[in-house]
């Protein structure tokens, strides 16, 4: 009876040392094979922080008008996702998004005279916006909008 109770123990310690604590049964060589954990974690770009960061800004301050698929009301909010707009007028939207929008605007074939008041954002959270917004559904913007080319931007 002590023999198998002493067997048990002894094989249960051992077993627990070999699972928690494998290094004594491993070679030095084997144990090299492995990369520490900080070299697989990659560090996040400055564009997808800033996109992360404008995802929150868009969630609230813009997302009650242009809906969180970015697709607007078709009548009286524009559509973000998509936009031509967007694209080729990019110094007018960053405009937009920093002092507001008053009068007509064509976006994708389509007149829009709403009127968008001020957010009363920094110029870091306007790049963080633009950058979700033109990297966001459908929009593919390779070009990060910078705090720089926001700050350029007058009224």
């Known amino acids: 009876m002590i023999t198998k109770i002493t067997l048990g123990i002894t094989l249960f310690v051992s077993g627990g040392f070999c699972v928690f604590n494998p290094s004594p049964l491993l070679n030095t060589q084997s144990q090299k ?66 002092f507001g929008q008053k009068g007509e605007i064509l976006v994708n074939k389509k007149k829009y005279n709403g009127n968008m008041p001020a957010m009363g954002l920094s110029n870091q959270e306007v790049a963080d916006v633009m950058n979700y917004i033109m990297n966001s559904w459908s929009n593919k913007q390779s070009k990060m909008v910078t705090i720089g080319e926001v700050e350029a931007i007058k009224k």
């Open 33 to 98: 094979d492995y990369l520490p954990l900080k070299t697989v974690v990659q560090e996040k770009t400055p564009l997808q922080k800033s996109i992360e960061n404008g995802k929150e800004i868009y969630a609230d301050f813009c997302i009650q008008c242009h809906a969180g698929n970015g697709k607007g009301d078709a009548t009286d909010f524009p559509p973000l996702n998509g936009s031509d707009w967007l694209t080729s007028k990019r110094a007018e939207s960053i405009h937009a998004v920093k």
